[in-house]
């Protein structure tokens, strides 16, 4: 199968798997947020194994001289400047916080879907198990916030129809991140493993800032348990999955 290839049906299937979490809500609401915080703790793990497992010794195995530790943190500062901006323009009355949270989430969620299928692209590039472990770990934490994106919407007054219009076009920006980064390949080869590096500064901010206070902020000691064990099996799985896949390299 060609490069090309896995890079698109990859892209899709993180797309379409990410749309499985506002869908669940829209069909069974106290379903989707009784298992929303097992999953982003489950989440926080995949994006914290593929970080440090998977992306970083890629990027430090590259050949290329190239400070990771650097593009790591210009990612987490990167997408902390970028939650700065939503929550500031978010502030003001409730009437208002639900009308300006809209373009707010429509645009955050483009971008980031974007960026999930530039990740998915460049990691393909440089091998197919990496390429499926990043997707594993895009469509693990995407579950959790569309469930979260979903809600928000719907409780800004707009109907159930064009929520999920609206997310599924958004998600399918992965596809034109990953078809881009195909196409531009080698312009960007020399600065695959900036990206892989900035792109695990994403995982690990999205895990530790987004995530994981979630398990803190939970009151209810069984089911911070549980979630505590979903975080620790989300990190085994990724380090599993890499195992069983290093043998494809």
Known sequence: MSTLLYILIFSFLGSVVSLIGGVLLLMREKFAVRISHFLSAFAAGTLLGTAFFDLLPESFESGVE???????????????LLERFIHHHGHGSEQEAKKSVVPLIVVGDTVHNFVDGVAIAATFLISVPLGIVTTLAVAAHEIPQEIGDFGLLLNSGMKAGRVLLINLFSSLTALLGAVLTYLYRDNLEGFLPLILSVTAGFFIYIALANLVPEIHNNDNQKVAFWETVMLFLGVLVVYFVISALEGIR
Do not use: E, S
Request: proline share 0%.
């Open 66 to 80: 190239v400070n990771i530790f650097f593009w790591a943190v210009l990612g987490i500062l990167t997408f902390f």
